[in-house]
């Protein structure tokens, strides 16, 4: 159901992107990187936060970005809390391993992480664990409204 919303988004707001599959593992940021046949950098990995007001944001960094728990407060002026795994696909629309910004259950607040510049095409998930989007970075911001901050290591 998570790739149809995201396909039916895609449509709706007329954007010309598809949903690549794979049937390789695609479990861990290297898995899908060599499942696409793209670098582990060029994954946009989108990590869910809850924050203390019960928000849920979304995070997108590049592949082997982690988060700096230092400037996610000083942000957010709160720790970093993910998103619990039983509760990913209710409060975004998609399963663990398969969420990206497009397609959501409701609007969620997205933020862009810094690294996602180092690259003019990015490759988050398109709904589903076996699947990617290639997109550009200007257009993921564009389509996204994300917000650009410097929240990783």
């Known amino acids: 159901m998570s790739l149809r919303t995201v396909q039916e988004f895609f449509k709706k707001n007329e954007l010309p992107l598809t949903v690549m599959e794979t049937k390789k593992p695609t479990g861990t940021v290297s898995e899908a990187a060599k499942a696409f046949g793209i670098l582990e950098d060029e994954i946009a990995k989108t990590m869910g936060f809850l924050l203390k007001d019960?928000?849920?944001?979304?995070?997108?960094?590049?592949?082997?970005?982690r988060v700096d728990n230092k400037k996610f407060k000083k942000v957010f002026q709160e720790k970093a809390k993910m998103i619990p795994f039983d509760q990913v696909e209710e409060l975004t629309g998609h399963e663990p391993g398969g969420v990206c910004p497009f397609g959501l259950t409701s609007p969620l607040e997205?933020?862009?992480d810094?690294?996602?510049?180092?690259?003019?095409?990015?490759?988050?998930a398109?709904?589903?664990?076996?699947?990617?989007v290639k997109i550009s970075v200007e257009m993921l911001s564009k389509i996204t409204n994300g917000t650009w901050i410097d929240i990783t290591k």
């Open 114 to 124: 810094e690294t996602l510049k180092e690259f003019e095409t990015m490759y988050p």
């Open 54 to 65: 019960g928000n849920c944001i979304l995070i997108l960094m590049k592949g082997t970005a």
């Open 126 to 132: 398109g709904g589903t664990p076996h699947s990617a």
């Open 110 to 112: 997205i933020y862009l």
